[in-house]
């Protein structure tokens, strides 16, 4: 995996030399950690600057998981740098309408549980607009919200995130810009994007009050953070794309002292970095190259071998064509980087001349581990590549990550609790039985509740195990402590998973290591379980046995790598596409509109389907071989990174 952004240094907006295409200052940082360090500093240095003046220091803030390690790093400041909150007036952007204050979605309890609860700011200078107003007086209320805004001075800085719709604060597409507090109408994708916090769509709200982009846009200097690859669009869109009320946040651009503080994930769609040879001068090195011709070739829908000297030069890389003999020897190069990456033995390929395969042929029997974070997405994401590296001898181990209890349904339970009882009555499932009825909506499961609901996920991944041939003894859950809270919201990363993660490493000592390499949401269980991995890595790195380890990574049901990015394509026939749709169909209660689908209403074996289907066409069409499917790796080099 690739890390050529180096974090940029944070600079002012007012420093900003703006690039082509690009219409508000941003920076990028490596990770969200770093970026919401620097945002904290900004703020503790304003807190403090005001405070040594004697002034008040008026803060609009935002909840969300954006904002959720400047809140964490400001309580540090406040604990063991002494920043006092005493002269900080807050204003939140928005809360959920109809909400009652004490409901644990709300953003006020929110704020409270990753803030307010922690510092010493003063109850009476805290704002956030209250879900419980009767909806005839919502306007009164809104009105009375700006004017104590513009009463307590205006705000002296508003920190922001960014929904997927282009929402800032909850203004969603069709907002004015000139738009007050008000009651609004929540866009369907928000809601989706929301469904897992309420546990289904249904339960989210319809509306909520939100301030104004006029409010917004009165704040003397604002910062809007974004995280992860599902805002890399919308901010693309808001960075360089027309003012437009169809994605609100591009009201930003006529913002004076805006500045967007990014990751790489979400920076990545911007055309200096996607697509550098557009906007300057590149340094020509064989990833970018080779990014750029499967670009053309994909722009100019022709085969890479096909592709001519006038196709570089009109596409703005006629500084590479002149750094090179001719176009030919450039395609020829990268159709062959391509050819390389393809192999139908995962594992190696034994007594076969590796030096342009992905995997070594020695040693010939490997052993491996397939991480998966929850019960189910080893089979989704890699159940071709799992299938082969068992029919070729490897001894595969399966270590699932999580319980994935929570994306159990209660009717499930109740299911497997009829079943025992009509069998013979058991005391624990009369009690299951109770605690699913009796259970209201912001109720979290009981233990036991989530005992059932794991080992329902446990019984479903041992058929699909045996079904791809593997013994239960090579079947391993962790149960990572750090997803076991019972509810959406995890625990942070801890010790225990990283010891629980090393151990099973240095127990099967594995050749090679499949993981999950998701990055799209920063805070999902998916990045965490990588988290997790990178860190034992990291402490494993320097024993004799790793070595030996090689690490790929797989992405899970939403997003493949980019074609340039794959290091290994592995093709499926028709009948091992069949093979894999089985045992993803082992996993029965995550079929059927499953929590935590999103907008994307097929089902896992479906998405998986067409995802290995589009990348072997990506393959046809940029002129090599046609297969059925492929599933897709990038190799992870943990003595670099
Ligand atoms: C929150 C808010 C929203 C969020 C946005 C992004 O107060 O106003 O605009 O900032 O929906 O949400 P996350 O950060 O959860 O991706």
Redesign the pocket.
């Known amino acids: 995996m690739k890390t050529d952004i180096q974090s940029i240094q944070y600079q002012p907006a007012g420093q900003f030399e703006a690039t082509r295409f690009e219409k508000v200052h941003n920076v990028i940082f490596n990770d969200s950690k770093q970026g919401s360090l620097q945002v904290a500093r900004e703020i503790s240095n304003l807190i403090r600057d005001r405070s040594n003046k004697g002034q008040k220091c008026v803060l609009g803030l ?6 959720v390690k400047v809140y964490e790093e400001l309580v540090r400041l406040h604990r063991e740098e002494g920043l006092s909150f005493q002269n900080v007036v807050t204003f ?3 809360e959920y309408h109809p909400m009652e204050r004490s409901n644990i979605q709300s ?1 006020h309890y929110f704020m409270h549980q990753h803030l307010f609860d922690h510092v010493d700011i003063s109850e009476s200078n805290v704002h956030i607009p209250d879900g419980t107003v009767p909806s005839h007086k919502v306007q009164e209320y809104c009105k009375d919200y700006e004017r104590k805004i513009e009463e307590a001075g205006g705000l002296d800085f508003q920190l ?4 997927r719709t282009g ?4 203004n969603e597409p069709g907002s004015h810009h000139n738009s007050a507090t008000r009651d609004i109408t929540l866009d369907h994708v ?1 809601r989706i ?1 929301a469904a897992s916090t309420f546990k289904g769509v249904e339960n989210v709200p319809r509306k909520a009050i ?1 301030m104004g982009i006029g409010t917004i846009k009165k704040a003397k200097r604002i910062v809007l ?1 974004a995280w992860g690859q599902n ?1 890399a669009e919308v901010i693309r869109e808001t960075i360089e794309g027309k003012i437009s009320s169809e994605v609100p946040a591009t009201y930003l651009q006529e913002h004076e002292n805006t500045t967007f503080v990014l990751d790489k994930e979400a920076a990545a769609l911007l055309t200096r970095i996607d697509t550098p040879w557009l906007v300057r001068n590149c340094d020509w090195t064989k990833d970018l190259t080779h990014k750029a011709v499967v670009w053309l070739s994909q722009k100019q829908e022709k085969p890479i071998l096909q592709l001519t000297d006038k196709d570089y030069n009109d596409t703005g890389m006629s500084d590479l064509l002149s750094s090179e003999q001719s176009s030919y020897e450039i395609n020829i190069r990268t159709f062959n980087r391509l050819q390389h990456t393809i192999t139908g033995w995962p594992g190696g390929k034994p007594n076969a001349d590796d030096t342009n395969r992905p995997e070594r042929a020695e040693p010939e029997k490997k052993k491996v581990i397939i991480f998966s974070p929850h019960p189910d997405d080893d089979v989704i994401s890699m159940g071709g590549t799992f299938d082969r590296l068992v029919s070729q001898g490897h001894e595969v181990h399966i270590v699932y990550q999580t319980s994935g209890n929570i994306a159990v349904a209660d009717h499930e339970v109740l299911k497997a609790a009829e079943v025992a009882n009509l069998i013979g009555p058991t005391e624990i499932f009369a009690q299951v039985t109770q605690d699913i009825k009796g259970k209201t909506d912001k109720d979290y499961d009981s233990v036991l509740v989530r005992k059932v609901k794991g080992s329902i996920r446990r019984s479903e991944s041992y058929g699909a195990t045996r079904y791809l041939g593997i013994p239960d003894s090579q079947v391993h859950f962790l149960d990572l402590p750090f997803y076991e809270t019972g509810t959406i919201k995890k625990n942070p990363l801890g010790k225990e998973d990283i010891d629980m993660m090393m151990g099973i490493i240095e127990e099967i000592k594995p050749h090679q290591i499949y993981a999950a390499g998701d990055l799209a949401d920063p805070h999902g269980t998916h990045r965490v379980c990588l988290e997790a991995l990178f860190a034992s890595l990291d402490i494993l790195k320097s024993k004799p046995f790793m070595k030996e380890c090689w690490v790929w990574l797989y992405r899970g049901a939403w997003h493949e790598w980019e074609t340039h990015e794959i290091e290994m394509a592995v093709p499926m026939s028709p009948a091992q596409v069949l093979r894999k749709r089985k045992a993803i169909f082992f996993h029965q209660t995550q079929k059927d509109g499953v929590m935590f689908q999103g907008e994307d209403l097929r089902e896992f074996w479906v998405r998986a389907e067409d995802r290995n289907k589009e990348t072997a066409l990506r393959y046809q069409s940029l002129g090599l071989a046609s297969y059925a499917a492929m599933e897709a790796f990038v190799r992870y080099d943990f003595n670099k990174e």
């Open positions: 935002a909840t969300g998981s954006s904002p939140n952007l928005d953003y922001l995130g960014i929904g929402h800032i604060g909850f928000t994007d939100t953070l805002k």
